[in-house]
């Protein structure tokens, strides 16, 4: 117990006065009362719980969305429904609607009145309605003797019942979520709107300046930003797009600051953050460092150059293929930097030392001992079993689900046709929807560079993973010894699932000779094989138990450390300050960044770091109007003390009197080992000031008249 206690009194000690405040912690809005109101009061908060999560009245929550089921956060700016999320959030939207002629990616796009704002087929919101503690109802049906299996199984089927009471009679959604690995429970209600359009991007110089060299670094110099509205029936509620449809009339909606930011000023985020692994073992990590990260970094890097080649040789593929380019560079270089600084910071040394305390505090009592004696144990063989099969496991998700689309595209229509042709009824029932999924599918598909992928991948995949581990598909190409990219002409040339025509020609007259013959159903069929066929059901048993137990037992060790559960996809505020740090020796990286650091970045010859003329004209001219600094700089990036991760995208940066003040973006370089060891020091959020992007609005592009629409404080 002494060396717990000197432990804790050291990691406090290591912390600066200001990051008591800010520090980790993605935290449930409807405990906030509870856990956290008077920290965030001392750090400078002025507002009201009340003010910031009601079920009966307008307040902050009210504001803020999950966009697209989670994959960003976007909040509402305006009494007319507009909405603000990150440049990257609302690139697909923006490239498919982009041509080569009208270029919206390059030349970005500006709705001069509601009646140019272009709608996005499949895009929603969702607004949170409530969110309720359910772990008492749910824990009426676990018992301890039940194996990890049994007690999902139970547990999901005491959340439908509370989900179909939440949702009777209304046209809600719900879901009960499991937080701590499984020792809580928590019910959230949601409002799903539908009618979403787009008003404005700023061109990717701007919305994405500095590309992939800038991802994840500070200082920062990214307009990172874009803009919808949400439309509504005039009765307000949710609709399909509809001519009819009118601008949303939200219950809140963020004021937005002019004031800007000083150093050490309060500051919150509030979003949809999708996942974190602040409980990760040890083992875990030693496994992300040595086999999962590598391995994921290494396809990731095959692709990109497999799509750059084709990006780089036609603009109207490069329109195609860029939302899949964005989102394979993002975590390519994300697990390139999470390796770095999981090495660099120390969080296997600092995952042991837990334990080894963990270790101390369950024997020194005969109960604990009865009761978490077999933690560690259970994680440490867990790992050691599982190391053998990671690179398999990475090449399956990576190398066929995230690799040539056509092979996922496959694998979902396979599945529904093998069913449909064997019943005439269900084939007609689902026509419909196979039709629209093969339109969406094929608006972005590009035969030749899926083709490239599938030789290129999979013969990675059979020199890099041990034979007997191979799906089907990939043994059987790598025993023939006809290679893989005879394999992939194969499939180019033959397969109903690599041409829209084809496909179209199929639904036409299936047949189900044809469906098994085809060379991408059985890739389908051997991925479906090895992925179903590697789970190891006593494992997954055994490593939910362990960290079931790990979580609820540090919780216990340390009752005044306030525990936050990590990210699941789920509304949490994180609160801090606007802060400057010291990423190394000698180096300390100011709170702020200014238009004048674009222009040191300039580079006409570098895709990633051209500036836009118009952008230029107004730095010459320092016409930045109203949203010039007090020295008379116009701001652009902001740094903040706050708790964030993947999901939070888009998310506002909010001050202490619920102004908007920026839109959070990413995280810095430094604390990128951050999702599984939150770094008091280094941690930092970054984001959009909001005034650069009024100053794109309005001055760069000419469009004041959202701002008009603003209530700017």
């Not at 956290?36 to 009966?56: F, H, I, P, W």
């Not at 305390?357 to 440490?380: C, H, S």
């Not at 199929?506 to 789970?535: C, M, N």
């Not at 959070?664 to 992007?693: H, K, P, T």
Request: with cysteine.
């Amino acid at each position: 117990m002494k060396r717990i206690i000197a432990t804790l009194l050291v990691a406090i000690m290591l912390v600066p006065t200001a990051s008591l405040t800010a520090g980790e912690g993605m935290w449930i809005p409807l405990l906030m009362k509870k856990l956290n109101y008077k920290d965030m009061r001392k750090a400078g908060l002025k507002l009201s719980v009340k003010d910031m999560y009601s079920v009966n009245h307008g307040s902050l929550k009210d504001a803020i969305v999950s966009l697209n089921g989670g994959s960003c956060t976007a909040e509402i700016i305006s009494s007319k429904g507009l909405l603000l999320t990150n440049h990257h959030c609302g690139f697909d939207a923006i490239r498919s609607h982009s041509t080569v002629e009208d270029n919206y990616l390059e030349d970005g796009f500006w709705a001069m009145n509601m009646s140019e704002e272009l709608p996005n087929p499949g895009m929603f919101v969702s607004f949170l309605i409530r969110m309720e503690d359910v772990t008492k109802e749910i824990n009426k049906v676990l018992t301890d003797d039940m194996s990890e299996s049994e007690r999902s199984k139970a547990a999901s089927a005491a959340s439908k019942a509370l989900i179909e009471e939440a949702t009777k009679d209304t046209d809600y959604r719900a879901d009960v979520e499991t937080f701590y690995h499984g020792n809580e429970f928590y019910l959230f209600v949601y409002q799903r709107y539908t009618d979403i359009r787009m008003v404005g991007a700023p061109p990717s110089s701007i919305g994405k300046f500095g590309g992939d060299t800038d991802n994840w670094m500070w200082p920062r110099h990214t307009g990172d930003f874009s803009m919808f509205r949400v439309y509504a029936d005039k009765k307000n509620q949710p609709a399909d797009y509809s001519a009819d449809n009118v601008p949303l009339k939200p219950k809140h909606h963020l004021p937005v600051s002019l004031k800007g930011v000083e150093d050490g000023d309060f500051a919150m985020v509030w979003g949809y953050p999708g996942s974190t692994d602040r409980y990760l073992s040890s083992w875990g990590v030693e496994q992300a460092v040595d086999l999962h990260n590598p391995t994921v970094v290494d396809i990731r890097a095959a692709k990109l150059a497999v799509l750059r080649k084709y990006m780089n040789a036609d603009e109207t593929v490069k329109i195609q293929l860029a939302s899949s380019y964005a989102r394979t560079a993002n975590y390519w270089k994300y697990y390139i930097g999470q390796t770095e600084q999981l090495v660099n910071n120390n969080v296997h040394s600092k995952k042991t030392a837990l334990e080894a305390d963990f270790t101390m505090w369950v024997n020194a009592k005969p109960a604990r001992q009865a009761k978490y004696g077999e933690t560690l144990k259970l994680m440490e063989d867990y790992y050691a079993a599982t190391d053998k099969g990671v690179k398999n496991n990475v090449y399956l998700m990576e190398a066929v689900v995230r690799g040539p689309s056509a092979a996922l595209f496959a694998y979902r229509m396979a599945s529904a046709l093998k069913r449909g042709i064997s019943d005439q009824a269900m084939m007609d029932r689902m026509s419909r929807a196979l039709k629209d999924q093969a339109t969406e599918h094929f608006s972005t598909f590009h035969a030749e560079s899926d083709r490239d992928l599938m030789a290129v991948l999979w013969e990675m995949y059979a020199n890099n993973v041990p034979r007997d581990q191979l799906p089907a598909f990939i043994s059987d190409v790598a025993a023939s010894g006809e290679g893989f990219i005879n394999f992939a002409d194969v499939i180019y040339e033959e397969s109903i699932f690599m041409s829209e025509e084809r496909f179209t020609e199929f639904l036409a007259s299936p047949d189900s000779a044809i469906l098994a013959d085809d060379p991408l159903t059985k890739v389908a069929d051997g991925f479906r094989e090895a992925y179903f066929g590697s789970r190891d059901e006593a494992l997954e048993n055994s490593q939910a138990r362990a960290y079931r137990l790990w979580t609820a037992g540090v919780r216990e060790m340390m009752p005044d450390h306030n525990w936050s559960a990590d990210a699941n996809s789920t509304m949490r505020m994180t609160y801090g300050h606007v802060g400057s740090y010291v990423p190394k020796d000698g180096v300390i990286y100011n709170h702020y960044t200014t238009l004048e650091g674009v222009m040191e970045k300039e580079d006409p010859n570098n895709p990633e770091f051209v500036v836009p003329p118009r952008l230029k004209e107004l730095y010459n001219a320092k016409d930045y109007g109203r949203y010039a600094d007090k020295n008379g700089n116009l701001p652009i990036g902001v740094i903040s003390g706050n708790d964030i991760t993947g999901g939070n995208s888009g998310s506002p940066l909010i001050n202490a009197k619920g102004e908007l003040i920026g839109c959070a973006f990413d995280g810095n370089w430094e604390s990128m080992s951050g999702d599984i060891f939150f770094e008091d020091e280094l941690q930092r959020c970054i984001s959009v000031d909001v005034r650069y992007i009024l100053f794109v609005i309005d001055k760069y592009a000419g469009a004041g008249h959202l701002v008009d629409e603003m209530t700017l404080r």
